[in-house]
Nanobody, 122 residues
Framework: QVQLVESGGGLVQAGGSLRLSCTAS????????MGWSRQAPGKERDFVAV????????YYADSVKGRFTISRDNAKNTVFLQMNSLKPEDTAVYYC???????????????WGQGTQVTVSS
């Protein structure tokens, strides 16, 4: 059974930083592209970032470029999202997901985590 478990969410002031983690089990982690999406209240789930199976390539949503960094540790089956210069509009539930390919920044995710809340106060 595949499980993706996110952690690291919380409440932070605007301009602050958070680091999200997602640990996977039940899948051959290093063969999957891994990514993050987010969903704000009343809105659709949006793509945030995705990283290739090797960590050598990545894509970002325009809204987070230059502020967020995705990385992974295949030895620990974990993907990270470092979020800096946070803004109130970054407030959302952040979901970790696994895909067979980055698909040029439009991954078709096969597995999803349960999500972790990030709240940025102004």
């Amino acid at each position: 059974q595949v499980q993706l478990v996110e952690s690291g969410g919380g409440l932070v002031q605007a301009g602050g930083s958070l680091r999200l983690s997602c640990t996977a089990s039940g899948l051959f982690f290093s063969s999957f592209a891994m990514g993050w999406s987010r969903q704000a209240p009343g809105k659709e789930r949006d793509f945030v970032a995705v990283i290739s199976w090797s960590g050598g390539g990545s894509y970002y949503a325009d809204s987070v470029k230059g502020r967020f960094t995705i990385s992974r540790d295949n030895a620990k089956n974990t993907v990270f999202l470092q979020m800096n210069s946070l803004k109130p509009e970054d407030t959302a539930v952040y979901y970790c997901a696994a895909a067979t390919t980055m698909n040029y920044g439009r991954p078709k995710y096969k597995y999803w985590g349960q999500g972790t809340q990030v709240t940025v106060s102004s």
